[in-house]
């Protein structure tokens, strides 16, 4: 199983940007399919970004698409979420995570995941 830590949330203006990282070990890394998801307070944990096991497909939800990119970099073990143009509402807490049984396109369904960072803090002022 593969371990997850994500690094890179902190404290931004609206409109400001940031990068998440995802660093992960073990050995099934570039066998997952890694996805970020993210919970603000009084919500459930919502999809935001999934990319295939090459990176050569990605899957986004709705409210990011066209500002956050999601990429990975299998040498390095390492997944990257670029958040442009940040608003408020994507003030949260961000989890990477992986799974092995799932296609990029449905990681959405949060179903068969075998692994969870512990979560970074974005927070997005007005």
């Known amino acids: 199983q593969v371990q997850l830590v994500e690094s890179g949330g902190g404290l931004v203006q609206a409109g400001a940007s940031l990068r998440l990282s995802c660093a992960a070990s073990g050995s099934t890394f570039s066998s997952s399919v890694i996805g970020w998801f993210r919970q603000a307070p009084g919500n459930e944990r919502e999809f935001v970004a999934a990319v295939s096991r090459g990176g050569g497909f990605t899957e986004y939800a709705d409210s990011v698409k066209g500002r956050f990119t999601i990429s990975r970099d299998n040498a390095k073990n390492t997944v990257y979420l670029q958040m442009n143009s940040l608003k408020p509402e994507d003030t949260a807490v961000y989890y990477c995570?992986?799974?092995?049984?799932?296609?990029?396109?449905?990681?959405?369904?949060?179903?068969?995941?075998?692994?969870w960072g512990q979560g970074t803090q974005v927070t997005v002022s007005s």
């Open positions: 995570a992986a799974a092995m049984g799932v296609s990029a396109a449905t990681m959405g369904r949060q179903r068969g995941i075998d692994s």
